[in-house]
């Protein structure tokens, strides 16, 4: 670890926080040899994008106890804003920095042996079945220092458990609300839909305050049984203050499909890792994902879809738009492993600069070890038409306005293809809070 | 208010360092119908680009004034608030955007904050203009202009005048592209607009839009300036003999701007 004065997250501190919490001991030793590791390893790379100044150490770690709340009403108003409402059965969990402080589940849900926790409550109620999950095949406690810092001081999250051949109608959702503009998030999310099972989960992530820095380091992995079917919507919308590693993974079974939807919209500089391994023959991955970057905003986003089934198809499509000084890197990575015949994978960037001093970068990266495949990518990097603007401002709209019709007619093609209504409903609101 | 005025006086524009307009003056008064002909390349483009406020092109001499007001002082947007309107010879397509909400933002921009139009009366005004060019309902949830053929463009256009209803109107070849039947809906179009509020430039080169949109007067552009001017008998002459005679009158050997010594 770096030399840091306020670094206090020893051995100690892990142990102390991990039995305060009542964790059952696999995942205190778990947390024990990852606050280990996060002494010995690098930060991660993401290319083209320096993040060694970035802050992934001052933050607070624990909130201490967090008071429920009765009802939604009691919730800061732009939190009860992120509440889908599309359904008539609710599914919800809010956590306020890491702490769930509200929960309402369907009947049905229950009945259906369906559970749908928070990850400290999952910890000690369903030990041995978390287990199974939690830092499984699609994701290394070791791959580099912040995975391993997730691991030791992970704080929040959810665990959904989806039993074989249950259909979950109404969605699950989740809102991580960070309220102490301090406060560090590790949260951990698991969704494990067992085969033949269906799920909608979809998560917002926020806060409202623009100036203090905090971290958000965030794991999510999606298990996705034989001929299951996971839909995964996310908007991340986080202050210019906190800086975001997130990586969200997937691992698709035999005719699984796995299909995410995600805004990400963060204001403050974000790393994103979101891999999805389809790992049985005929499973299907669909990544569908829009970003806007304003201000001196960093970002690196990684997509990467790897075949190893035959016959799996998976497809990206990214959508981004920068602003002021805002830089992003967009990498689309198609593996296809050997054996994976007739496997399909197709991926879209398209990303486009509105100003002079934003950079934006599209990488589309296509490896493939097998013959019989098809493979196909397209990426652009583009401005705004200077003609495209006179045009418009010629009929009397404002160069802000014209700026705010152009991006959402950037986005359109992504937003209007999300396969989740809640989604693209919170994500236009945000988009329309970021073009201004 | 009786109509608008407008009044370009010793206008010289340049593009990328080289004088395109050298010197041009003319008046529109609201009710006042005017055209601009002349051969390829001799600067009409320009002059309407010029006047609306395209960034490439610098002025360099002259005034543009709007009822007194310096136009161009004033932002592109802020011109069309003042009521002008230029429908472009090749009008940009922007995705994503629907020709619909394209309109409705344009007209909330001219009615300014807290006058927005409601949507019911925006739909009814759109639904009965598209009726009156004979334009297919499904274009106002098209993304605008993609995609559009050269007429269904021009058309959008003169939708888009009819919608914002502006004081001074330029039209850059609104007839070409257009085929017979086309060319007399956006001429009766442009004839519903006329009243005394209304001023209009049109750029064309032929008579046969002046067939039906009958012009007050008609001027020639050539080498950047308007060479010559009279009414509406002129563009017969024109169309009947062609330029080469305004061309010997005046002694103008190559009629382009930036041939001439
Ligand atoms: N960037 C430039 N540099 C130099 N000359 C230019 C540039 N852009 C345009 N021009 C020239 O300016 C002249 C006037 O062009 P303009 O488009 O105004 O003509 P026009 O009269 O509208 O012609 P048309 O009837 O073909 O539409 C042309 O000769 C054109 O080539
Ligand atoms: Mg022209």
């Known amino acids: 670890m770096s030399v840091d004065t306020k670094w206090t997250y020893d051995e100690n501190y892990v142990r102390e926080y991990s039995q305060k919490r009542g964790e059952p001991e696999w995942l205190t030793e778990q947390r024990l040899t990852a606050i280990r590791l996060a002494d010995e390893l690098e930060l991660p790379k993401p290319e083209k994008t320096n993040i060694k100044t970035w802050n992934f150490t001052e933050f607070k770690h624990d909130s201490g106890e967090a008071a429920p709340i009765q009802s939604v009403d009691d919730l800061h108003e732009d939190v009860q804003a992120l509440i889908d409402r599309s359904t008539e059965e609710q599914n919800l969990i809010v956590f306020r920095d890491g702490k769930p402080i509200y929960r309402t589940e369907s009947d049905h849900l229950k009945e259906q042996g369906v559970l749908f926790l928070d990850i400290e409550t999952a910890a000690r109620e369903h030990s041995d079945l978390l287990k199974k999950y939690f830092m499984g095949s699609a994701v290394e406690v070791d791959e580099h220092r912040l995975t391993a810092l997730h691991v030791a001081l992970l704080n929040g999250g959810t665990f959904i458990y989806v039993p074989k051949n249950v259909t979950v109608e109404a969605p699950l959702q989740t809102i991580y609300w960070q309220e102490d503009p301090e406060a560090g998030l590790f949260n951990h999310v698991i969704v494990a839909a067992e085969d033949n099972s269906q799920v909608t989960y979809l998560e917002n992530y926020a806060s409202f305050n623009r100036e203090q820095s905090a971290v958000a380091n965030i794991i999510s992995e999606v298990y996705t049984g034989q001929n299951a079917k996971v839909s995964y919507g996310g908007v991340d919308h986080f202050e210019k203050g906190v800086t975001t590693y997130v990586n969200r993974r997937g691992y698709v079974e035999k005719d699984g499909y796995l299909e995410w939807a995600l805004g990400q919209m963060n204001e403050g500089n974000t790393v994103s890792d979101n891999t999805t391994v389809l790992q049985g023959d005929g499973s299907h991955a669909d990544t569908k994902a829009v970003s806007i970057g304003r201000e001196d905003q960093s970002q690196n986003f990684w997509t990467n879809i790897v075949h190893y089934g035959k016959h799996s198809t998976g497809h990206i499509l990214t959508h981004g738009v920068m602003k002021d000084k805002a830089s992003s890197i967009f990498n689309g990575v198609t593996k296809i492993k050997h054996g994976a015949t007739k496997a399909d994978g197709q991926q879209t960037e398209r990303v486009l600069m509105l100003s002079e001093r934003a950079r934006g970068d599209a990488n589309p990266i296509l490896l493939i070890d097998e013959d019989d495949v098809t493979a196909g990518h397209a990426a652009s990097v583009g401005r705004v038409d200077p003609m495209q603007m006179f045009y418009m401002m010629s009929r009397g709209i404002t160069r802000t306005e014209a700026e705010r019709l152009i991006i959402h007619g950037f986005l359109a093609p992504v937003v209007n293809e999300l396969p989740i209504q809640a989604v693209k409903e919170r994500l236009t609101e945000v988009i329309e809070r970021k073009v201004y | ?261």
């Open chain 2, 1 to 261: 208010m009786a109509g608008s005025t407008l009044k370009i006086e010793g206008l010289h524009v340049e593009i990328d360092g080289s004088e395109i307009i050298k010197g041009l003056d003319l008046e529109i008064n609201g009710g006042e119908i005017h055209a601009i002909m002349g051969p390829n390349g001799t600067g009409k483009s320009t002059l309407a680009s010029a006047i609306m406020g395209h960034p490439r092109y610098e002025i360099t001499q002259g005034s543009v004034h709007l009822d007194g007001k310096d136009v161009l002082e004033m932002e592109v947007d802020e011109r069309a608030h003042a009521g002008m309107f230029l429908a472009m010879q090749y009008p940009s397509e922007i995705s994503g955007v629907t020709n619909s909400d394209f309109m409705r933002s344009a007209i909330n921009s001219n009615r300014g904050e807290g006058d927005e139009i409601s949507l019911m009366k925006f739909i009814r005004k759109m639904d009965s203009k598209m009726d009156e060019l004979e334009i297919d309902q499904s274009f106002s949830q098209r993304y605008l202009n993609e995609g559009f053929s050269g007429g269904e463009k021009k058309r959008n256009e003169i939708l888009q005048l009819l919608m914002l209803e502006p004081r001074i109107a330029i039209l850059d070849e609104i007839d070409s592209g257009l085929d017979i039947d086309a060319l007399k809906v956006v001429s009766k179009g442009i004839n519903s607009m006329k009243s005394p509020d209304f001023g209009c430039l049109i750029i064309t080169h032929y008579q046969r839009l002046l067939n039906y949109i009958t012009p007050d007067k008609v001027h020639v552009m050539m080498q950047g300036r308007i060479v010559k001017s009279g009414g509406a008998e002129l563009a017969q002459r024109l169309e009947e003999e062609g330029y080469d005679w305004i061309k010997e009158e005046l002694g103008i050997e190559d009629e382009k701007v930036g041939e001439q010594a």
